[in-house]
């Protein structure tokens, strides 16, 4: 048991990238909540600006190329140990602001209008998706567990495994 939580333990600190490597909600929370406040200029009554997106060190993709890695360096020899999907990174698509209002609600959702892989360029007040009328609520972005209920009215797109 102690070489399982050990090998986990590299495999989350061998992932780090620009974000924390835990996957738990509440660092997934701090990261949603915190990204904006590394050196980015704010300017007070515009609209957040990003660029690039970033790559996500959460998939299961990422965790399954550094648990290889380890294997590959010898770090671990544990190789019957598997990384799988805990979370789902999705984005919700509320079509008005009664859905909107019912995301909101969801006390298990940590809710971001940013997609976590953006980057920041310019940090204004307020983020609404360009591609979307002004009339629509922009689109919100969580992490859910896998066994997490969607609402059935509001339609949703699952971004990651996590």
Same mark, same amino acid.
């Given at each position: 048991?102690?070489? #399982?939580?050990?090998?986990?333990? +590299?495999?989350?600190?061998?992932?780090?990238?620009? *974000?924390? /490597?835990?996957?738990?909600?509440? /660092?997934?929370? $701090?990261?949603?909540?915190?990204?904006?406040?590394?050196?980015?200029?704010?300017?007070?009554?515009?609209?957040?600006?990003?660029?690039?997106?970033?790559?996500?060190?959460?998939?299961?993709?990422?965790?399954?190329?550094?648990? $290889?890695?380890? #294997?590959?360096?010898?770090?671990?020899?544990?190789?019957?140990?598997?990384?799988?999907?805990?979370?789902?990174?999705?984005?919700?698509?509320?079509?008005?602001?009664?859905?909107?209002?019912?995301? $909101?609600?969801?006390?298990? #959702?940590? #809710?971001?209008?940013?997609?976590?892989?953006?980057?920041?360029? *310019?940090?204004?007040?307020?983020?609404?998706?360009?591609? +979307?009328?002004?009339?629509?609520?922009?689109?919100?972005?969580?992490?859910?567990?896998?066994?997490?209920?969607?609402?059935?009215?509001?339609?949703?797109?699952?971004?990651?495994?996590?």
């Amino acid at each position: 048991m102690f070489v #399982l939580t050990t090998s986990s333990a +590299l495999v989350y600190t061998s992932c780090k990238k620009d *974000l924390s /490597t835990s996957t738990n909600e509440s /660092t997934l929370q $701090q990261n949603f909540s915190s990204r904006n406040s590394n050196g980015v200029p704010f300017q007070e009554g515009v609209n957040t600006v990003l660029g690039d997106n970033k790559e996500n060190p959460y998939t299961v993709e990422n965790m399954t190329a550094a648990w $290889q890695s380890l #294997l590959i360096q010898g770090i671990s020899t544990n190789a019957e140990t598997s990384v799988y999907t805990t979370h789902y990174y999705v984005k919700f698509k509320p079509k008005n602001s009664g859905e909107y209002e019912q995301l $909101q609600q969801d006390s298990t #959702l940590f #809710l971001s209008d940013l997609p976590i892989e953006s980057t920041v360029i *310019l940090n204004g007040d307020y983020y609404h998706d360009p591609s +979307l009328p002004d009339s629509v609520p922009t689109y919100q972005y969580t992490a859910v567990p896998v066994n997490y209920q969607f609402p059935e009215s509001i339609a949703y797109e699952i971004l990651a495994n996590l």
